[in-house]
Nanobody
Framework: QVQLVESGGGLVQTGDSLKLSCVASGRTFDSRATGWFRRAPGREREFVAAISWTGSATYYAPSVKGRFTVSRDNAKNTVYLQMNSLNSEDTAVYYC????????????????????WGQGTQVTVSS
């Protein structure tokens, strides 16, 4: 089992930045990748970004590419999501998730690929 705890959310204004953290505990040595997803009010949860265990591979949704950066520090069992140039469309609950599955093309963007999920952290961007 892996436990994930997100933090770093908050209320910011358009154009501001935030850095989310996802701390993992438990059987973290089984992890192959970590993903970030978000759920905006009235919408389904969607993929935001993902990073492989080594950090050598990263994936981004088109809506955040160039503004968000995913990174990790395995010594701290922590994955980060640096979010810049935030706008109201980024308002959502952000979740991190872990997968123990070997990468397949496009799979890191799928919710079904992830085995463990955090409780989420709220990000609100006011205009």
């Amino acid at each position: 089992q892996v436990q994930l705890v997100e933090s770093g959310g908050g209320l910011v204004q358009t154009g501001d930045s935030l850095k989310l953290s996802c701390v993992a505990s438990g059987r973290t040595f089984d992890s192959r990748a970590t993903g970030w997803f978000r759920r905006a009010p009235g919408r389904e949860r969607e993929f935001v970004a993902a990073i492989s265990w080594t950090g050598s591979a990263t994936y981004y949704a088109p809506s955040v590419k160039g503004r968000f950066t995913v990174s990790r520090d395995n010594a701290k069992n922590t994955v980060y999501l640096q979010m810049n140039s935030l706008n109201s469309e980024d308002t959502a609950v952000y979740y991190c998730a872990e997968t123990t599955r070997i990468a397949r093309p496009g799979a890191r963007r799928l919710e079904s690929e992830y085995d463990y999920w955090g409780q989420g952290t709220q990000v609100t961007v006011s205009s």
